[in-house]
Nanobody, 127 residues
Framework: QVQLVESGGRLVQVGESLRLSCVSS???????????VAWFRQSPGKEREFVAG????????SYENSVEGRFTISRDFALNTVYLQMTRLNSEDTAVYYC?????????????????WGRGTQVTVSS
């Protein structure tokens, strides 16, 4: 089993930046770097949507169109952590952000294809 714990969410103003972290632990801790990891987000009344994903090699990356150029996903292999650096935040970025992982070397935008999930961290962008 893999446990994922997100952190870093808080209340910020429009235009500000924020970095989210997703730390992995569990029995497959040492294999975490071979998982594909993605960030999803969900706002009230909306479906959970893909934000960004990164393969185990740390090189293949994918972004949702609305965050391309503003958000950056990265991973620290030594710390078993995946980050989501968010800049130029706007009110539409307000959501609970979830970290997810799966042992398939392909980034998927489908939340149903991810096996492991964190509990989420709240990001609120205020104007």
């Amino acid at each position: 089993q893999v446990q994922l714990v997100e952190s870093g969410g808080r209340l910020v103003q429009v235009g500000e930046s924020l970095r989210l972290s997703c730390v992995s632990s569990g029995q497959t801790f040492n294999n975490y770097n071979y998982y594909t990891v993605a960030w999803f987000r969900q706002s009230p009344g909306k479906e959970r949507e893909f934000v960004a994903g990164i393969r185990g090699n740390g090189l293949d990356i994918s972004y949702e169109n609305s965050v391309e150029g503003r958000f950056t996903i990265s991973r620290d292999f030594a710390l078993n952590t995946v980050y989501l650096q968010m800049t130029r935040l706007n009110s539409e970025d307000t959501a609970v952000y979830y970290c997810a992982a799966r042992l398939v070397p392909v980034i998927s935008h489908d939340s149903g294809s991810y096996v492991y999930w964190g509990r989420g961290t709240q990001v609120t962008v205020s104007s």
